[in-house]
């Protein structure tokens, strides 16, 4: 009788328990890393956000501080001429070129960005904030920035001017 080669069911069985338990370990950890990712990315952003809005004060000192992301940006792709209505100060995704923004507000990153401004003409002062798309999945934490140009959190609700200042 000759010896049959290769692998038992028992051992098959074992190998694929032990993948199971490093993707049980894995995966966790790929959600906790794509969300801290998605968060610095959020605070990066509102960055963004808070230079091009000083420099589109600067640029048209009569509107003041943009009233939509979408005036921010470039208007539609591939716009390379600037104006107070499309002022190309933001990329195309956060200055949500091509699209009409929902509510005002724009996608990146696992999260809606949004700028309200006031204070009449011009505008006087800014407010933008970044919520995450899925709390809990895209991201933990929401953001807030003001014309100060500190950018604030909190972790269950949408963030305002009295929450933490990040460190």
């Known amino acids: 009788m000759r ?4 692998f038992s069911l028992i051992e098959l069985l074992i190998v694929v ?21 998605n968060e610095a990315s959020a605070v990066g952003s509102l960055r963004s956000i808070n230079t091009a809005q000083v420099t589109f004060a600067s640029t048209y000192p009569t509107v003041g501080f943009a009233t939509a992301l979408a005036t921010l940006g ?14 190309i100060l933001l990329d195309d995704v956060l200055g949500c070129a091509g699209a009409t923004a929902s509510g005002g507000t724009c ?36 953001f807030y920035s003001d014309a100060s140009g500190v950018i604030r959190y909190n972790t269950s609700t949408t963030a305002t001017s009295t929450d933490n200042p990040l460190q």
Do not use: D, E, H, M
């Open 3 to 6: 010896k049959q080669k290769g």
């Open 17 to 37: 328990a032990i993948i199971l338990i490093i993707a049980a370990i894995a995966i966790p950890n790929l959600l906790r890393s794509r969300i801290a990712a």
């Open 74 to 87: 470039p208007g539609t792709v591939g716009n390379t001429s600037a104006s107070s209505t499309n002022a």
């Open 107 to 142: 996608s990146k990153s696992g999260y809606n960005f949004a700028v309200t401004s006031a204070g009449g003409t011009p505008n006087a002062t800014f407010a933008s904030s970044a919520t995450p798309l899925v709390t809990g999945q895209t991201g933990g934490r929401y």
